[in-house]
């Protein structure tokens, strides 16, 4: 069975401060791809990244990056110089090729940056 | 590239009758497409998986026939919420990805606001 668990329900930053979102994943397949959604207030689901299992590389794009760790099971996403404009709800899911492809999600994180 | 349109945005509708969300790949075809629904502050769960050609399958729990699916193209699925009642209030929203690509890239429609009264 797959679960994604987002442990932190909702983080509150003041803005410029960096913020790191957990993310802990269990899988029984050798072969998965996770990803990250931002939700603002509108409700549609915006991709930021997807990754594969076989690639433990490090990611940053612009002032975001993301830190997949296969020997804990996290792929924690860390936001640098937050903004305003980046409160939403995160989503991290979890999708195995042989399942048909469908996501879980895990509950989200609801991140509130304040000016 | 990817675009997924979800039709309409926001509906309501009185108890007892029916709906009919729209998504649509507008770039790319999709053999499969994905239903999901998320209450209020809550995630996403994946109600249906919507197949062309074929009958769609549903998780545990979902009701077949309160949630109709049919995808009768490579372009278009539709979630039909029959007999709705307040209970069925919810945001739905659908997703695919480009065929042949299985995982690289899920694209999300803009989601309905479902409302019975």
């Known amino acids: 069975a797959q679960k994604v668990t987002q442990a932190q329900t909702e983080i509150s930053v003041v803005e410029k401060e960096d913020v790191t979102l957990d993310c802990v994943y269990e899988t029984r397949d050798t072969t998965y791809y996770l990803f990250w959604y931002k939700q603002p207030p509108s409700g549609e689901l915006v991709f930021l990244i997807r990754r594969n299992s076989f690639d433990e590389q490090n990611e940053i794009s612009g002032r975001y990056s993301w830190n997949f760790q296969k020997s804990t099971s996290s792929f924690n996403f860390t936001i640098t110089a937050s903004q305003v404009v980046d409160s939403a709800v995160y989503f991290c899911?979890?999708?195995?090729?042989?399942?048909?492809?469908?996501?879980?999600f895990g509950a989200g994180t609801i991140l509130r940056v304040k000016s | 590239g990817a675009v997924v349109s979800q039709h309409p945005s926001r509906v309501i509708c009185k108890s007892g009758t029916s709906v009919k969300i729209e998504c649509r790949s507008l770039?790319?075809?999709?053999?499969?497409m994905f239903w999901y629904r998320q209450f209020p502050k809550k995630s996403l769960m994946l109600m249906a998986t919507s197949n062309e050609g074929s009958k769609a399958t549903y998780e545990q729990g979902v009701e077949k026939d309160k949630f109709l699916i049919n995808h009768a193209s490579l372009t278009l699925s539709t979630l039909t919420v029959t007999s709705a009642h307040p209970e069925d209030s919810s945001f739905y929203i659908c997703?695919?990805?480009?065929?042949?690509?299985?995982?690289?890239?899920?694209?999300f429609g803009s989601g309905t606001r479902l409302t019975v009264v």
């Open positions: 770039d790319f075809q999709a053999t499969t």
């Open positions: 899911a979890l999708s195995e090729a042989e399942y048909g492809n469908k996501l879980v």
């Open positions: 997703s695919a990805s480009p065929h042949g690509q299985g995982n690289y890239g899920y694209t």
